[in-house]
């Protein structure tokens, strides 16, 4: 059946379990990602699509019906599952994602690995992801493409079906040309997201830094700025831009250029915050934490996250502060998502060396300063954990959004607990009132931390509040409604021309 709305986005939208020989399919269990919002949006249409990727041996012959009907909460979509083999996830995820654009994107140009890339891999699967999104749309329909993996998939999806409005967003940061035209593939990649009828980002200084990044490599006809909200300007902040465009104009086409953070959902988090087991927990961590403070840290274990930079400053405070040692300890929860990769690897190395030798350093019998988790924490947990903390440290060296921060600010219905952020999380621009630090500065992460534990509850509360009604307004269904307007914005664009 056609589609109204394709979502493309390289993973599937429930969790495929087989019992008693048979594969069912269910809902996600970790509910905080992305993929239910994503889903949502199946409301508002007739009838919706999702392609994916699915592990085959045969791609010609797959083992697994192409396409299955989903019936959940959600409404009733089409799931159109591409068979790949593991080489080409292998190639077109872990190496031409992972190791060329990831780092490129991040701004870590001395990581990225250009030798293992095999393009024209890349360019197959993106071209199957196209042919999949061309097969499930109506006459029309919006089809919705996230992040880089799919960056050729615009391009493609144009030649195919010139009918559709193609929306495309980004999760990760975009640097700004010197940057990401290190990729030699660089051309190609702007051309398929000039394709677009919407390039979207989190925030307007990723929006800037593409429309920089196409006047670099092609003659763009205009650009329109507008001043950025008030509500995204966070003063003196490394990321904070005034103002932003909101389209361009290429070869005749309009490309409409959207920014708009991706929220929480706080109605969620909110709920599970107030359930009786939730509280319990807290109870029981407190009371494990006795009169100790209790540092939180969570996110996944890549060197964007700036795990080890973190551990060190603890290290330094805990030099610096003999009275703080057996007085505070620090949760580092840092989930692998890619064991097989060097490079994460490499980091969970590091984070564990540098947790094993600050434990070493200071620790007692009955303290240890890092509790150091490395797999995933149930969702519930984690809220128990935001609750009890009395600060939560995210101090990425770079990160498109961050959710954590958003999550925990969420957690707070006793508007307590203090945030420390990085200026290099999209999410500075927004949260102001919380600490905000540079993790580049040994001077401000070590001072950050300490008025963070420091804070007295008055002043905690002003920020906490403040950080609330922000979280709150920028929920993931303010972020839903904005990327409905933006399709909106493209369709009417293009029948005025
Ligand atoms: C990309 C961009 C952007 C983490 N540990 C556990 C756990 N998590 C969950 C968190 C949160 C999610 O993972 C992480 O989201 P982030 O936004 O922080 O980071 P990325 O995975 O890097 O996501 C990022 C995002 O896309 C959305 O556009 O914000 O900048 O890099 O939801 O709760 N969840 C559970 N246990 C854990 O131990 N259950």
Redesign the pocket.
Known sequence: MPSDLVIVYHRQPYEEVVENGKTKFKENA?P???VPTLKSFFGSVEHGAWVAWKLAEDTANPDFERVVEISDSYGDYSVSRLPLTADQVREFYHVTSKEAFWPVLHGFRERYNYDPVDWPNFREVNWAFAEAAAAEAAEGAVVWVHDYNLWLVPGYLRQLRPDVRISFFH??PFPAADMFNVLPWRKEIVASLLACDVVGF?IARYASNFVSVARSLFDVEDIVRVRVDDDFISEGTALTERTQPTHIVHNGRTVHISAAP?GVDVEYIKKQAALEETADKVVSIREEMADRKLILS???T?YTKGGTVQLESFGRLLDAHPELRGKVRLMH?S?SANRNMTAYAEVQDAIELAAGRINGKHGSFDWTPITLISR????SE?VAYYQAADVCWITPLA??????CK?FVASRQDEDGVLVLSEFA?AAVELNAAVITNPYSYRSMDSAILQALNMDRAERRDRMKTLRQVVEKYDIRAWGREQERAFELAAAGRTAH
């Not at 995933?376 to 969702?379: E, I, S």
């Not at 990160?399 to 954590?404: A, I, K, R, S, T």
């Open positions: 970790s905080n990602g992305i999760h990760t989190h991706v969570v996110g996944r890549d929860v989930v995933a924490v149930p969702f984690l990160d498109g959004m961050n959710l954590v999550e999209g």
